[in-house]
């Protein structure tokens, strides 16, 4: 299995409506990031939140942290049709000054207006 | 706001020819890292540099690949002997340090034909 798994895989929803994507990943982590991908584009950070904390928000962005059950979660408020893409977790191990990410497998969200 | 940049956005090449991909860090950033996504999967790893060496690299990452910073401002990617399943979009990524995100660049689609 891998470190990072979203699920659900593809989540549709109408304009307006929350939507929730979950992370599961396997080892310990010093933190964890949401990236946001449009199709065929490049990915862009939406949040980070470190191994110390539980919740974090950013605008319409929630992310919540569970260090005990290896989980985390993004939830989208009053989502919109621009909301359209997908969203990867990606988990960070950090030591003695490096990084190293690992990507999950992504949630193809799409919005309807 | 300061982000990553890379040249060119698309880049087609012959199988078994060689390319160069290129990247402008985020200038205040000391830590570069190299990911590739193949078309419809998620984004790996590559390798990660810092102080101007190689800090950790992936099993994809094989004598084919190289990195190098040619001087203070660029990160490059060089593949040799190009081969179809080459082809990917190949992200650039830097990072000032500490437990701190990745800012990730939009990405050049590379086509090996």
């Known amino acids: 299995s891998q470190q990072g798994e979203e699920d659900p895989q593809a989540l549709s929803i109408q304009e307006g409506e929350n939507a929730t994507m979950n992370c599961s990943y396997k080892t310990s982590i010093n933190n964890l990031q949401w990236y946001r991908q449009n199709s065929g584009r490049g990915l862009v950070h939406l949040i980070l939140i470190r191994s110390n904390e539980r919740e974090k928000h950013s605008g319409r962005l929630r992310v919540t942290l569970d260090t005990s059950k290896k989980s985390s979660s993004l939830l989208i408020t009053a989502s919109r049709a621009a909301d359209t893409a997908s969203y990867f977790c990606?988990?960070?191990?950090?030591?003695?000054?490096?990084?190293?990410?690992?990507f999950g497998t992504g949630t193809k969200l799409q919005v309807i207006p | 706001e300061p982000e990553v940049t890379q040249t060119p956005s698309h880049q087609v090449t012959q199988m078994g020819q060689e390319v160069i991909l290129r990247c402008v860090p985020i200038s205040n950033h000391l830590y570069f890292y190299w990911y590739r996504q193949i078309l419809g999967q998620k984004v790996e790893f590559l390798v990660s540099f810092y102080n101007n060496e190689i800090s950790e690299k992936s099993e994809i990452f094989d004598d084919q690949f190289s990195v190098e910073r040619p001087d203070g401002s660029n990160f490059t990617l060089k593949i040799r002997s190009t081969k179809l399943e080459d082809s990917a979009m190949y992200f650039c990524?830097?990072?000032?340090?500490?437990?701190?995100?990745?800012?990730f660049g939009p990405g050049t689609r590379l086509t090996v034909l």
């Open positions: 990524a830097s990072r000032a340090g500490g437990n701190n995100e990745q800012f």
């Open positions: 990606a988990t960070g191990q950090y030591s003695g000054g490096y990084q190293k990410v690992t």
